[in-house]
């Protein structure tokens, strides 16, 4: 069968130039950059050779910030400034997150998003987590010599709407561009399937430190196609670490412990389930700030009886998932095992029982994510080497919808729609002369709003008043490649534009954002100017190098006189873009991207002329 | 002078396939492909604004009309859609009565097996029902082909009640197993 060969629309300009981009694995427990060096996806070590960053920050009194080992090194001695999982705080509410009560952190009550009292300050986690995207960046740009095109942040496939936004909020608090947030179960079958050239049904099992995800996909010909994700963004390896802890707790039977031993036992406890993986017991010692001391022996099968009803939790989503992707297990090829809470052997087991074949553990489940929001990186960075042929295709975890009369749910996107996906429906008013309306949007499978997350709350003013039922207010959902929501709303009859107000529940709004990120500018090291003058050149070359791409591909579909407006506002932009007036570069740069939105627009209904010419030709030489 | 986001085809044009409710599913899947490796935005990434906007704009176009096509019982309505004939199904709402006892019989029993958490008998009305629906989508198949859109319509709407049991016989399993 011999097609005809269509040309990548937005092929790098030059060939030998190379874009740096890398992978993010935000974990709970540990995080992770990586690159592709060399047309190989690797982890990016800190000074001392290791790859892992305990995802760990401290605040400590005198106002330095510890990242990573160094805060893990005061976690039990300093636990109230030191934060530890702070990814299951990310876009939740105070009353969401399970095991307050033994957590040691001084929370700020309030609505939304969690907040956490520490010696610098209230601090949001999504500021926390920026602290360790931060650390990230500067690794990889010390190590790969030069400014980041872009990152890759992979997020748990079952994170909602609110986790998302959280997770990229920080990464831009962070100074990273964000190329897309990648699943990072599907990140992981990047690297599998990239791997081994899978064909297929697979599985994708991912136990992280605080998360469970499992995706269905199917791997076909380059493409990698999410049939159906499903999950807990609460339940992880910490939850086991919890549930020692309370064995411990009962049979050392201590009284209530101060925050410092607590965490010391937690750590314990860690350290008993890792020993756990290779050996049959663990021993458990600790002396308390009380004087009292704790030893004692955990067995392997101890361990499993006391985490049972944790290891049944992840079997729920996983029938969910084949039973939403309509296949059964005996239509899955393999099971990929991603997270490093899948050491345990327990889980091994229940997964081999439940999918009846045993799972693959070739790549080491703690970089395997990392490697494959790598892999991707590069190719959204315009690195496409000839061979890097595949696309990916993933889905939307949980239906969105409005709340409707009655405190019912109407779902406008169902779960497991491949992103990204728009969706509009018609609504009414209910009252004779009504000119506003509020909508809450919702997110989950629940048909209650109140067994559903509420995302944002709109208010659409400007109706004009007629009789209920009248006037056509047509709301429109759409949901981008990152799998995050947007949500506008037209009255349609009138064709008035109104006017909306977003109010993110459990996320941050821009003046937080702005305010947070004028904070870290004001309080980092380098000159704030400095480096806002070079983000802006650094993208600013960006666009002109796209648009010189586009120009030499497809510049017949301008006219002369399109063609010359555009090579004006270039000319402008290469001329500012040398210089250190950022507001010209800006306006140079608004200039020319409005003068190549028409010419992007035909480009892409070209592709698809030609995607379909394509298949025509390979037709007729089938006949 | 603007380009407006106008695919301006149908579904079955954009994916090059005849306007049936039988077809090569192989082929809509194939061409899927194709199309998404064109406009995802994943192969824009690295451009402008503006052409992101655009590739998530057709990748959400190519997707709508890639669900609509794939599954049969929104490809028959669509067909019907494009046809002219109005399924009417917020307000027609007119059943025959046999299908109706039929529906609220099998709704009781399923209700009841909910109540004892009998999963067993749960499975095997999933299965069941499953298998009456394929017999009722060869009908539909053979109603369109027949041109008979009033036929055709009565089945949208049965199949619409029994695919919504379906959901919720397996929504119940899922409850408990889990």
Not at chain 2, 80 to 96: I, K, S
Request: glycine letters at 8%.
């Amino acid at each position: 069968m011999a097609l005809l060969q269509i040309s990548e629309p937005g092929q790098s300009a030059a060939p030998h130039e190379h874009r740096l981009a890398v992978g993010i694995d935000l974990g709970t427990t540990n995080s992770l950059v990586a690159t592709v060096r060399s047309g190989m996806a690797v982890v990016l070590n800190d000074a001392l050779g290791r790859p892992l960053l305990p995802s760990i920050v401290r605040y400590a009194a005198d106002g330095k910030v510890e990242v990573g080992y160094e805060a893990q090194a005061h976690q039990a001695s300093d636990p109230k400034n030191t934060i530890v999982s702070v990814k299951r705080f990310m876009g939740r509410g105070l009353k969401d997150i399970e095991h307050i009560e033994s957590m040691p952190y001084d929370f700020v009550e309030g609505e939304g998003m969690v907040k956490l009292r520490t010696a610098q300050g209230v601090k949001s986690p999504v500021e926390v987590s920026a602290e360790i995207l931060r650390v990230l960046r500067e690794r990889a740009e010390l190590s790969l010599g030069g400014q980041l095109t872009g990152a890759v942040i992979t997020v748990p496939a079952y994170f909602d709407d609110a986790q998302r936004q959280a997770t990229k909020d920080a990464a831009r608090l962070a100074g990273l561009n964000v190329l897309r947030l990648l699943n990072e179960p599907t990140a992981a079958a990047i690297a599998y399937g990239l791997d081994n050239g899978s064909e297929g049904i697979y599985a994708v099992y991912d136990l992280g430190g605080g998360t469970f995800d499992i995706s269905i996909l199917k791997l076909s010909k380059g493409v990698f196609q999410v049939l159906a994700t499903g999950g807990d963004s609460a339940l992880g390896g910490d939850d086991f670490d919890h549930r020692v802890f309370c064995w411990i707790i009962e049979q050392a039977k201590l009284s209530p412990l101060s925050h410092e031993d607590a965490r010391l036992l937690l750590m314990r406890a860690r350290e008993a389930k890792e020993f756990l993986t290779l050996n049959g017991e663990a021993p458990i010692s600790a002396r308390l700030s009380t004087g009292e001391f704790v030893d004692l022996r955990l067995t392997s099968q101890t361990f499993t009886e006391i985490t049972r009803t944790l290891v049944q939790k992840t079997l729920g989503p996983t029938k969910k998932a084949l039973r939403d992707a309509g296949l059964s297990v005996d239509d899955v090829k393999g099971v990929v095992m991603v997270g490093g809470a899948t050491r345990m052997p327990q889980i091994q087991k229940a997964v081999e029982d439940f999918f009846g074949c045993e799972p693959l553990n070739n790549l080491d489940p703690d970089k395997v994510v990392a490697l494959g929001a790598a892999t991707q990186a590069n190719l959204l960075a315009g690195n496409r080497a000839a061979g890097d042929d595949w696309l990916l295709l993933d889905v939307i975890p949980l239906s969105l919808g409005l709340e409707t009369m009655g405190g019912l749910v109407e779902k406008i996107i169902p779960r497991n729609s491949t992103i990204p996906v728009a969706r509009a429906q018609d609504f009414t008013t209910f009252k004779d002369g009504q000119t506003a309306m509020a909508l809450h949007v919702v997110q989950g499978e629940r048909e209650l709003v109140s067994d559903c997350r509420s995302l944002a709350r709109f208010e659409l003013r400007g109706i004009p008043p007629m009789v209920a039922g009248a006037a056509r207010i047509r709301v429109t959902f759409q949901v981008d490649a990152d799998g995050l929501l947007s949500v506008t709303a037209r009255e349609q009859t009138t064709g008035v534009e109104s006017h909306i107000e977003v109010k993110p529940s459990y996320g941050l709004s821009d003046d937080e954002i702005a305010a947070m990120l004028k904070d870290s500018i004001n309080h980092a090291a380098d000159d704030a100017f400095r480096r806002a003058l070079r983000e802006a050149q650094v993208e600013a070359q960006r666009l002109v190098e796209a648009v010189q791409s586009a120009l030499r591909e497809d510049a017949h579909l301008l006219t002369d006189a399109e063609r010359a407006h555009i090579d004006n506002c270039l000319t402008r932009l290469q001329s500012v873009l040398v210089g250190d007036d950022r507001r010209a570069i800006d306006a140079a740069m608004d200039a020319l991207s409005k003068a190549t939105e028409d010419f992007a627009a035909r480009r892409m209904n070209q592709g698809v002329q030609r995607a379909l010419a394509g298949k025509k030709i390979e037709e007729m030489e089938q006949l | 002078m603007t380009v407006p986001f106008d695919p301006g085809q149908d579904h079955f044009a954009l994916f090059g396939l005849p306007r049936s409710q039988a077809f090569d599913i192989a082929r809509l899947e194939a061409r899927y492909r194709e199309l998404q490796g064109e406009v995802h935005p994943d192969r824009y990434a690295h451009l402008s604004d503006a052409e992101k906007r655009r590739a998530m704009q057709w990748a959400s176009r190519v997707n709508e009309a890639y669900q609509t096509l794939k599954d049969p019982l929104r490809r028959a309505r669509y067909l019907l859609e494009l046809a002219g004939h109005d399924v009417r199904l917020e307000t027609n709402t007119a059943m025959p009565v046999e299908f109706l006892m039929e529906q609220m019989e099998l709704r009781e029993a399923v209700a009841e097996a909910k109540e004892s958490g009998d999963i067993d008998a749960l499975d095997a009305r999933h299965r069941q029902l499953k298998r009456t629906i394929r017999d009722e989508y060869t009908a539909l198949q053979a109603a369109l082909e027949a041109g008979e859109h009033q036929r055709a319509g009565e089945l949208v709407r049965q199949l619409m009640f029994q695919e919504k049991l379906l959901q919720e016989i397996g929504d119940a399993l899922e409850v408990l197993e889990t």
